[in-house]
T-cell receptor
Framework: QKEVEQNSGPLSVPEGAIASLNCTYS??????FFWYRQYSGKSPELIMF????GDKEDGRFTAQLNKASQYVSLLIRDSQPSDSATYLC???????????FGGGTRVLVKP | DTGVSQNPRHKITKRGQNVTFRCDPI?????LYWYRQTLGQGPEFLTY????????KSRLLSDRFSAERPKGSFSTLEIQRTEQGDSAMYLC???????????FGQGTRLTVV
């Protein structure tokens, strides 16, 4: 079992719709969770972080964390073609100080 | 520009040669990370520094890889006797104490021919 798992996609979403991305992790003691956006050929860009159970909203993005079920999700509302990218889930495990990444979910927003 | 800076952006080298990459973190960040990313995969952790101390190194990391962070400022990653399998994007990130929000540089794309 991988430490952080994501569906590789592609997730195809019509423009203006909600994109829903999921991520599960194996280390139950993980404390902090991050979503990065990565455009093709570019480096990852931090877009959201969440530390507590529940929802956290920032503009069109909402991160959701459920530690009991060991999953974190990202919602993108009013999806735009510029949101087309790979979204990486990253987890800071309990016993370390590094981020462990999932393989990423590719999102395609179609006009 | 006060972000993480990596040099060079691209490096093409012949198999068997040594290469060195440099990373300048955000100035107030004392944590520095190196990752490697290949096409279609997420970043893979290589090593981590807190100030000048190298606190963790991936078990998957070959002895051909070495990293330093003298004086807790910039860091270098050296790959000795490069192999074609070393071709990847090498990413550097930095973060401040607490929070764990890590910010990445532009990366160095290595091609071994």
């Amino acid at each position: 079992q991988k430490e952080v798992e994501q569906n590789s996609g592609p997730l195809s979403v019509p423009e203006g719709a909600i994109a829903s991305l999921n991520c599960t992790y194996s280390d139950r003691g993980s404390q902090s969770f991050f979503w990065y956006r990565q455009y093709s050929g570019k480096s990852p860009e931090l877009i959201m972080f969440i530390y507590s159970n529940g929802d956290k909203e920032d503009g069109r993005f909402t991160a959701q964390l459920n530690k009991a079920s060991q999953y974190v999700s990202l919602l993108i509302r009013d999806s735009q073609p510029s949101d087309s990218a790979t979204y990486l889930c990253a987890v800071n495990p309990a016993a370390g100080n590094k981020l462990t990444f999932g393989g990423g979910t590719r999102v395609l927003v179609k006009p | 520009d006060t972000g993480v800076s990596q040099n060079p952006r691209h490096k093409i080298t012949k198999r068997g040669q040594n290469v060195t990459f440099r990373c300048d973190p955000i100035s107030e960040h004392n944590r520095l990370y190196w990752y490697r990313q290949t096409l279609g995969q997420g970043p893979e952790f290589l090593t981590y520094f807190q100030n000048e101390a190298q606190l963790e190194k991936s078990r998957l990391l070959s002895d051909r890889f070495s990293a330093e962070r003298p004086k807790g400022s910039f860091s270098t990653l050296e790959i000795q006797r490069t192999e074609q399998g070393d071709s990847a994007m090498y990413l550097c990130a930095s973060s401040a104490d607490g929070g764990g929000q890590a910010f990445f540089g532009q990366g160095t794309r290595l091609t071994v021919v």
